[in-house]
């Protein structure tokens, strides 16, 4: 199973070069105003707010994208968005994981359930279900070593996602019972 990133951050950094200390501040505190402005009216809290940067963490990509957007064409050169970094949180690898071993356990009942019919028997219960291999890597599916390489901020944010999207394999064993065809069996 393959999964995107749950979760962007998004950094914005604002800087001013003026001739007097006081010019700056106030460019700086009006930018910086605007940025919490904008980020107020979409709902979103900001998880940092340095004197000049505010780091966010998005749930929301679209949200993430138009507050990215909002600010570069609205602000002027002195504030910088960065790149978004796609992550994962520990809860979205861990449900990950779990669907995983839950799917590859279904796909072997499944299997053990058409060897039975083609036997003309009747699946019976589980005797031992067992993970026996767990994996995991960053990036597209089938690129087991971490995906591509860096491609400088000029990836779409589809390439992104998918070079920051983690797959997980899971191997089990699992053995059932075999019973006798009967009116009263499922199949």
């Not at 050169?77 to 279904?106: G, K, N, W, Y």
């Not at 699946?123 to 087991?144: A, D, I, K, Q, Y």
């Amino acid at each position: 199973m393959s999964r995107p990133p749950d979760r962007a951050t998004l950094c914005i950094r604002v800087r001013s070069r003026k001739e007097c200390v006081g010019d700056v501040t106030d460019s700086v505190s009006r930018r910086l105003e605007y940025i919490l402005q904008t980020l107020r009216q979409r709902q979103v809290k900001p998880t940092s707010c340095p004197a000049a940067q505010v780091t966010v963490v998005f749930t929301d990509f679209v949200k993430m994208q138009d507050v990215s957007n909002t600010l570069v064409e609205k602000l002027d050169r002195s504030v910088c968005v960065s790149v978004p970094q796609f992550s994962h949180s520990a809860e979205h690898i861990d449900r990950l994981r779990r669907e995983t071993c839950v799917a590859a356990v279904a796909s072997a009942q499944h299997k053990a359930r058409d060897v039975c019919r083609l036997l003309g028997q009747a699946l019976g219960r589980p005797l031992f279900v067992r993970e026996e291999e767990s994996r995991e890597w960053t990036g597209g599916v089938g690129e087991r070593d971490g995906g591509g390489e860096d491609d400088g901020g000029d990836a779409s944010l589809q390439q992104q996602l998918t070079q920051a999207s983690v797959t997980v394999f899971s191997r089990v064993s699992a053995s059932f019972q075999i019973q006798p065809k009967n009116k009263g069996t499922q199949e």
